[in-house]
């Protein structure tokens, strides 16, 4: 089987656990053999083995990054304080970076050492660029078709007008006339983003790296 094929549709379906509702950042349990997530709290006492690779041992990492739950946290306050305009901008900000995190992960299943992911991700900073051509690339698959296979047809599509109405703002001048500002709607369509961002690279964390398809 090439790197580009799909996987086998014999593969043992998903059994991702979500974690729970707490109206902060979600906490989840990585493998530290394979790269499986799940939001199971039996996952993380070490007792259990891992659903994909039955490892038993190992310290679990939590997952997201301590450095996204921070970012994480402090766009939840926004929010509270009804700052949509800011809460619209950091959760452009941490979508991308989660971006960058999986895309990193997927490059590391596929044997790809820091140096060179360190590489790819400086050369390529565009978004579209990432999502575009990286993502295909590595997955076989383009991006908004695995995010619909996924249950989440409508991200990409949200998270792209959610972006160029971010630009909007942001390179708002006088030269090119009044831009609208951000809708106070807008920063309610970004929570909800932000909530479905990690569910969804959960699931293809779970796909593209732990099942380890790519690596045969
Ligand atoms: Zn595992």
Aim: net charge negative.
């Amino acid at each position: 089987m090439s790197k580009k094929s799909r996987p086998p549709k014999s593969r043992p379906p998903h059994r991702t656990v979500f974690a729970p509702e707490t109206g902060e950042a979600p906490l989840y349990w990585e493998c530290p053999e394979c790269g499986y997530i799940t939001g199971d709290p039996q996952f993380m006492d070490g007792s259990h083995p891992c659903p994909f690779c039955g490892k038993v041992d190992g310290e679990r990492r939590s997952y997201p990054t301590d450095r996204i739950r921070r970012l994480d946290s402090r766009i939840r306050q926004y929010n509270r304080d009804g700052d949509h305009e800011i809460v619209v901008i950091l959760v452009m900000a941490l979508l991308e970076a989660v971006l960058e995190d999986i895309l990193d992960r997927i490059m590391d299943a596929h044997g790809a050492d820091l140096p060179l992911r360190r590489m790819v991700m400086d050369t390529q900073r565009a978004i579209g660029t990432r999502i575009g051509k990286i993502f295909p690339s590595l997955t076989g698959e383009e991006f908004e078709e695995a995010a619909a296979e996924l249950g989440y047809r409508d991200f990409p599509y949200r998270w792209r007008e959610m972006r160029e109405a971010r630009n909007a703002f942001i390179h708002d001048s006088p030269f090119n006339g009044v831009k609208e500002a951000l809708q106070p709607s807008m920063g309610h369509d970004a929570m909800e983003l932000l909530d479905q961002s990690y569910t969804l690279f959960v699931l293809m964390n779970n796909r593209f790296v732990a099942d380890g398809f790519s690596k045969d």
